[in-house]
Structures are given as C-alpha cells and as structure tokens.
C-alpha cells in the first residue's frame, strides 16, 4: 500500500528557533497533502491543506506566517514552525491521497512528530 | 456543529467479546466517504475500515465491521472477538464532497481498553 514518511519522530527545540518537517510520499505521487494537530488526548485538527506548486490553504485560526508550509514536488510537502514557542508544543501528522479507485478514497498518514519547546 | 460525534471518551471490553464504538455524523452533502482509524500509543494512524455514502452494504474489513445507518446519520465501528492489541484510541472522520483536496474532519475518539 501507500506509504508516507514523515521526519523527525521527535524534536525537542528551544523557544525562537525554527522547525522543519517533511512529509514524503514514497510511491505514489501527491498533489494535495494535509497538515494535522493533536495536542494530548484531542482530536486531529487540520492546519492547512499543501497543494503542490501553490500556496497552502490554512484554516481559521492558523497562522500562515508561523507555520510555513511548502509542497515543492510531487512527493514531499514540508512544515516550517518558525519561531518555535512552548505553546506550539504538540503532535504534527501529515496525511496524502494516494492511489485510485477505493484506495483514492483513503488518507495515509505518516508517522508523526512530536515537538517539544522548551 | 460537530461534524462528527464520538459520544463514549472511553470504553472497556473483555477480550473476545464484541464491541461497538458509536459515530454520528452530521452533513447536508450527498456523496461524502467516512472512515475509522486506529491510533496506537504510538501516534500513527491506522486506516481501519471505509464506508462510501451511496455504498449500500455495510464494510467489512476482518474482524472490523461498519454498521452505516444512513438514515440516522450513523456509522458505527464493531470491531469482533476483541485483542489485547485492539487497546488504542479510535477515530470516526468524515470526507465531504469528492475530489482528492478534501481533508477528513476527525470526531474527538473513543479510547478502547480491551482486558484480559
């Protein structure tokens, strides 16, 4: 099946700097990718939504110029958090549609990262 | 309003037995696709099972099982013959509309203790 890779699993940071997370799509091509959140014990909430060669569409509430968002190729879509802050402390997961038929139907995830400012 | 309802925060099941994890969901939209996953510990999420709004039979996906009442707006998860692995948070998703740029929207889940 489609698989997303997604680096770091983990990082641990200080207040200011900046962070950056890929999402790869190993063996499909995806145009559109999907940037999630989950603090502790709550749901998935969308970020923004990556379109390859276009800018990302943020939902209510997320800043565009903390969370940078670029979807340089087919295959891989990066997350920025600029200026990193321990409220910004939290679960990233990025999600792509891949394959046909059925399969188009179904999001693939990749494995997460865990951020943590100090 | 809630797009998608999850109404137990946590659940307990012995294990073999059945379990049913409840979804509402709520849509003025007439293709749209729902979904559960699985989420471990860990952190990934699991795809689980998939349930297409003019699918007229229930999924089946092994031991997993949706019981999609369109009319009431609900698709339930049941997940048979319970593991000790089954123990993990649970989400229902929904995906309005058609076209690969919709995201899922999540219910809150169902954490799931599965008990020897």
């Known amino acids: 099946g489609a698989v997303v890779s997604q680096h770091p699993s983990r990082v641990i940071c200080k207040s200011g700097t900046s962070v950056k997370i890929e999402c790869r799509s190993l063996?499909?091509?995806?145009?559109?990718m999907f940037w999630y959140r989950q603090f502790p014990k709550q749901s998935l909430m969308l970020m923004a939504t990556?379109?390859?060669?276009?800018?990302?569409?943020?939902e209510q509430g997320v800043e565009k110029d903390k969370f940078l968002i670029n979807h340089a190729s087919l295959t891989l879509s990066t997350l920025t958090v600029t200026s990193a802050h321990p409220e910004d402390s939290s679960f990233y997961i990025c999600?792509?549609?891949?394959?046909?038929?059925?399969?188009?139907?179904?999001?693939?995830f990749g494995s997460g990262t865990q951020l943590s400012v100090l | 309003a809630q797009k998608i309802t999850q109404t137990q925060p946590g659940m307990f099941v012995q294990e073999k037995e059945a379990v049913t994890l409840d979804c509402t969901y709520d849509?003025?939209?007439?293709?749209?696709?729902l979904f559960w996953y699985k989420q471990p510990s860990s952190g990934e999420m699991i795809f689980l099972i998939y349930?297409?709004?003019?699918?007229?039979q229930n999924a089946t996906e092994g031991r997993y099982s949706l019981n999609f009442q369109k009319a009431r707006k609900s698709a339930n998860l049941v997940i048979s013959a319970s593991q000790l692995g089954d123990s993990a948070m649970y989400f229902c998703?929904?995906?309005?509309?058609?076209?690969?740029?919709?995201?899922?929207?999540f219910g809150k889940g169902t954490r799931l203790s599965v008990i020897a």
């Open positions: 063996d499909f091509q995806a145009t559109t």
């Open positions: 999600s792509a549609r891949g394959g046909t038929g059925v399969t188009n139907e179904k999001l693939f």
């Open positions: 349930q297409g709004s003019y699918d007229e």
């Open positions: 849509t003025s939209d007439q293709s749209y696709g």
């Open positions: 990556s379109n390859e060669g276009s800018k990302a569409t943020y």
């Open positions: 998703a929904m995906r309005e509309g058609r076209g690969g740029n919709t995201p899922l929207v």
